[in-house]
């Protein structure tokens, strides 16, 4: 099994910047890629950010390239969700995925993002 665990959510102005963490344990050998992703009131959850546990290469969602930017430290099992020139649609609650070479995807718990205008 493995447990996530995020932080770094809050209330921001539009055009702020907020850094988001997110610390895995237990199994975590076999971690293939952590992720991002978001969902707003009444709306599906989104893809936002990708990031390869072995090769560092990124993927991004149009909508946030360019804003955010997404990174690792492995040693700490953590990865972190750089957002700056936030917009009130980046507002959501933002979950930390991670997707094991097994095929398995865990979730954490949430964390939420406001931006306000």
């Known amino acids: 099994q493995v447990q996530l665990v995020e932080s770094g959510g809050g209330l921001v102005q539009s055009g702020g910047s907020l850094r988001l963490s997110c610390t895995a344990s237990?199994?975590?050998?076999?971690?293939?890629?952590m992720g991002w992703y978001r969902q707003a009131p009444g709306k599906e959850r989104e893809f936002v950010a990708l990031?390869?546990?072995?090769?560092?290469?990124?993927d991004y969602a149009d909508s946030v390239k360019g804003r955010f930017t997404v990174s690792r430290v492995i040693a700490k099992n953590t990865e972190y969700l750089q957002m700056n020139s936030l917009k009130p649609e980046d507002t959501g609650i933002y979950y930390c995925?991670?997707?094991?070479?097994?095929?398995?995807?865990?979730w954490g718990q949430g964390t939420q993002v406001t931006v306000s205008s």
């Open positions: 995925s991670l997707r094991t070479t097994w095929g398995n995807t865990y």
């Open positions: 237990g199994r975590t050998f076999s971690t293939r890629n």
């Open positions: 990031i390869s546990w072995s090769d560092g290469n990124t």
